[in-house]
C-alpha cells in the first residue's frame, strides 16, 4: 500500500491510499494524521490531490471518472452499500438527499438506517460525496470524526460557489 498527502491550505492535509495503481482511500483533510507521502507517487494521485484541492477552493468537480471499485472492494461494502455509493455518486454538486432517499435509489427503501451506517463506513470522502446526505427532517446530520461543523462546510462551499 502506498500513501500520498497533499496539503489543502486551510482545509488541513488530506493522504490518499493506493494498492498498486488503485487508489482504494481518501482520508480527507483535518482527518489525517500523516502529513509525509510515503512510497513512489501512483499514476495520477497528484493531479487527484490538486482536483480536490480545487475542489475545496470551489471548482466543481464530480470525480465521476475515478475508479471506485478497487476501494468497494477493500472496504468489503455489501452489495447494498455499493449500490449506496454508486447512486450517492449521482447527486450533483450543491444538492442533498435524505438517508431514506437514498436507501430507495439503491432499492431498499425501509433501509435509511443502513443508509446511514453505510456512508459512516465511507472510504472515498469528497470523491463519494457522502457529505450531501441529510437527515430527513432537514438537519444535516454529522461527518464522521470531522463534525457536523466539517459537513456544514462543505455544504456551503458547494452552496456558495453553485454551477
Known sequence: MT???YDAGRWGIGLLRYDGDSLIEHIEPGEAHIAASRGAAPVGAAELAERL???LNGEVDDFLDIDCEPAIEWAGLTPFESELV???RMVPWGETVSYAELALLAGRPRAARAAG???GR???SLVVPYHRVIRSDGLIG???SLGHERKLALLELEATHAR
Open 117 to 119: 451506517t453505510a456512508c
Open 3 to 5: 500513501t500520498f498527502s
Open 86 to 88: 454508486r447512486q450517492l
Open 142 to 144: 454529522e461527518y464522521g
Open 122 to 124: 465511507g472510504v472515498l
Open 53 to 55: 484541492v480545487g475542489y
